[in-house]
């Protein structure tokens, strides 16, 4: 029997390859996925319990974005016949002198028609009670509150994702690390080889969505793309004391300083709060990282959330992860300028809450849609992409 044609190859199985095979599938492209690990693993970015969603951005461009993303998250749930987003509600919370300015926040969610409210802390603390038993929110503490925030469930809406593209016929090869793409030119315009160790694949166009791994097919293709993989970790903060944790009586937060934190009130079966520092881990090799929890980041952590909410918990559960981080920030959505059978995504360490977005984008493009005004601050060839790393165009 021979193998398989295929219009469409995806690299890399987490939640934007898996959304990215999902909508071709849907929209009936023969599509093949690739990943060199199982499908669902905990070596990357899109794995555990939960990751914001929110409207509330910097920028009246990720503002409306958001809002396509809600659109196609909908979509998804549609087509599953289940629930995938919790709107929670949320608040960004703002020491005096921040080193994140809320005005463009503000201004931005203005903009963009979004219902918010800028708050003190005293409502902040009527509101939520679980704040008034901690020290933290007090003083000169500002809030933005938007009801349209909620929990985007990582692990689960990835393979949602996963089991809905399997029942359109999409093809997964899990184990199966891609060793090169070979662009090949012909009368038709021109298609890609997809080269693994079990041999090629020829395809009119690739999809490559490998996040820490990305400069290691691009680079054979003359591209790279200034990255910083660090290592992050999660902690799950247990405690009978749970009452006003719970969804409906605490928000999704986030401490809009450096460091930067931010967490979630209790969430699906687990008697526990989780919550995060923000580009707090150090730089790793993808392939050699370790997964052992930083006990100094662990406690970090715990102090800040002693001091938010109280001091109520039990030892905390860490988990790791790692976030791909771009030089200004912000996604890449678009065709490589010289080789346009080949797209590339990454999520810039706040992509999984567009996951869905970044699929049907993603399936826009290798279709042959032209890209639309939304993408142009996600093109490869913008100055801020190829900059040195700075960190502090992490801070929003």
Known sequence: MSEREYQVAVVGLGGLGSAAVYWLSRRGVSVVGFDRFELGHVRGASHDHSRIIRRSYHTPGYVDLTAQAYDAWAAVES????????????????????????????????????????????????????????????????????????IAPAARGTSVLQRLADAYDADFRPFTPVLELRPVRNGDGGEVDVITEHGSTRVQHVIVCADAWTNQLLEPLGHHVPLAVTREQVSYFPTDDLTDLQPGHFPVWIWMDDPSYYGFPVYGHIDSIKASEDCGGPEVDPDTRTFDPDPGMEERLGAF??????????????????????????????????????????????????????????????????PGPELAPFRYERESLHRPIDRSAWLV
Request: with cysteine; aromatic share 8%.
């Open 79 to 150: 087509d599953a016949e289940e629930s995938i987003i919790l709107r929670t509600g949320g608040i960004d919370l703002f020491p005096p002198d921040a080193a994140i300015d809320p005005e463009p926040y503000r201004s931005s969610l203005a903009a963009c028609g979004v219902e918010h409210e800028w708050i003190d802390a005293g409502e902040v603390r009527r509101r939520w009670p679980a704040f008034a038993r901690g020290s933290v929110v007090d003083g000169d503490v500002m809030a933005i509150h938007s009801a349209e925030t909620g």
């Open 305 to 370: 959330v002693r001091d938010l909410v109280g001091d109520r918990f039990a030892a905390p559960r860490s988990t790791t992860c790692l976030y791909t981080l771009t030089s200004d920030r912000d996604f890449v959505v678009d065709r490589l300028p010289d080789q346009p059978n080949i797209s590339i995504a990454l999520g810039a360490a706040h992509g999984f809450k567009f996951a869905a977005w970044f699929g049907r984008t993603l399936a826009d493009l290798a279709l042959g849609a032209e």
